[in-house]
């Protein structure tokens, strides 16, 4: 970690008054940095009754692969890349990495760099492709479509204190749906679709949670408006979205987790809605890209429990129960409460950790279906889920 770019991070000054709440502001402002692990503050007492303040900083590699596997029937994907979360010392990211659908290709590069010359506020940048085969739901059956989805897009970020955020972005995109099913006569959709479209997006982050280790306690809600503008058409898209975790720190080894997520967009009757239900967003063994929606409510819960640690690893079991409701294209929102649009998914998994290795966690869970045991799969990835 860079000196200077450390010591910015620090409200207490040279030569000036602190409390301790403040040296505790200044704790969790470190620890929420790239590659930092720990920290601990130790204050003495001089002859002259000034104070002597040492901050024992324990930091990480930052260096990591990045990669994701999921097995479920009828999906296979896979992603392997690579990402540093600590470019140049200061706290910048950049990522690669390449995934594919079912054979399809996806990959991403992004670069971050969220304190600009040291300052509260930063910007990012990405370029992105996304490829895969998706279901899509009409009155006459379900087509599946080859979707292809490459954009490019920039984004500011503004932090007005240690808890709260602002974002903001702008991305042009192309979506293009080609029909793969082979019997079209009485079938409805298009057998192709392309659109340019711009997303404006506006998010503010209110962000309490304390990290030390791989531990984590506290709260942060999150909300996101966005509104998409078809380019050639005048038929504008808005979504709204909350999203809100909350972590317990129980005894020594227990971490408890949930998540909140509630969105809703504009509900038209399109099978190209934005909402997605997939393995790797929402419920752990459903599969990948399976439904579209236009609202969504999703309650994810872990119980995750420390069975080995020493300096250098640590191994965690969790039981997990991922639950989720949708709103098809065109109803009311009343369907949410239907029991035929409720997905409900409980499992179990372990999470490696390599505790000198920022954010590498990797983790292995298996999902099954509670209202319909045929349904279930694996899915790996890195990092913890929320």
């Known amino acids: 970690m860079d000196k200077d770019f450390l010591l910015a991070r620090i409200k207490t000054e040279l030569n000036g008054t602190t409390t301790w709440a403040q040296l505790d502001k200044d704790q969790h402002r470190i620890n929420r940095l790239n590659g930092v692990q720990h920290t601990v503050i130790e204050v003495d007492t001089l002859p002259d009754n000034t104070l002597k303040i040492r901050y024992d900083v324990m930091g990480q590699k930052t260096i990591k692969p990045y990669f994701g596997l999921g097995l479920v029937r009828d999906n296979f994907w896979f992603r392997i890349g690579a990402a540093e979360f600590n470019l140049g010392h200061k706290n910048q990211t950049l990522l690669g990495f390449y995934e594919s659908q079912n054979g399809r290709p996806n990959g991403k590069l992004y670069f971050e760099n969220p304190f600009f010359k040291g300052k509260d506020w930063g910007f990012w940048s990405s370029a992105f492709h996304n490829a895969s085969v998706e279901p899509l739901f009409f009155e006459s059956g379900v087509a599946n479509y080859n979707y292809d989805l490459t954009g490019l897009g920039i984004g500011g970020i503004n932090h007005f204190n240690l808890l709260d955020k602002l974002t903001y972005s702008i991305t042009f995109f192309n979506e293009e749906y080609r029909k793969l099913t082979s019997n079209t006569e009485f079938m409805d959709g298009p057998d192709f679709l392309s659109q340019r479209k711009l997303l404006f997006s506006l998010g503010y982050l209110h962000d309490?949670?304390?990290?030390?280790?791989?531990?984590?306690?506290?709260?942060?809600?999150?909300?996101?408006?966005?509104?998409?503008?078809?380019?050639?058409?005048?038929?504008?898209?808005?979504?709204?979205?909350?999203?809100?975790?909350?972590?317990?720190?129980?005894?020594?080894?227990?971490?408890?987790?949930?998540?909140?997520?509630?969105?809703?967009?504009?509900?038209?009757?399109?099978?190209?809605?934005?909402?997605?239900?997939?393995?790797?967003?929402?419920?752990?063994?459903?599969?990948?890209?399976?439904?579209?929606?236009?609202?969504?409510?999703?309650?994810?819960?872990?119980?995750?429990?420390?069975?080995?640690?020493?300096?250098?690893?640590?191994?965690?079991?969790?039981?997990?129960?991922?639950?989720?409701?949708?709103?098809?294209?065109?109803?009311?929102?009343?369907?949410?409460?239907?029991?035929?649009?409720?997905?409900?998914?409980?499992?179990?998994?372990?999470?490696?950790?390599?505790?000198?290795?920022?954010?590498?966690?990797?983790?292995?869970?298996?999902?099954?279906?509670?209202?319909?045991?045929?349904?279930?799969?694996?899915?790996?990835?890195?990092?913890?889920?929320?």
């Open 208 to 386: 309490k949670v304390e990290y030390d280790f791989f531990y984590r306690k506290g709260y942060q809600h999150q909300i996101l408006a966005q509104t998409v503008a078809t380019i050639g058409e005048d038929l504008p898209f808005y979504s709204l979205s909350y999203e809100g975790r909350h972590y317990w720190k129980l005894k020594k080894k227990i971490n408890l987790a949930a998540q909140l997520r509630a969105a809703i967009g504009t509900n038209n009757d399109t099978p190209f809605a934005p909402f997605v239900l997939d393995s790797n967003f929402n419920l752990r063994g459903v599969g990948n890209r399976v439904d579209r929606a236009t609202a969504q409510f999703v309650l994810n819960l872990e119980f995750r429990y420390t069975i080995f640690r020493n300096k250098l690893v640590a191994v965690q079991a969790v039981g997990f129960s991922d639950s989720g409701t949708w709103r098809p294209p065109g109803f009311p929102l009343n369907v949410l409460v239907k029991k035929q649009n409720f997905r409900s998914f409980v499992g179990g998994g372990f999470r490696f950790i390599l505790t000198k290795v920022f954010d590498s966690v990797i983790r292995v869970d298996y999902g099954i279906e509670i209202f319909d045991s045929s349904q279930h799969g694996l899915v790996l990835g890195f990092g913890q889920f929320f």
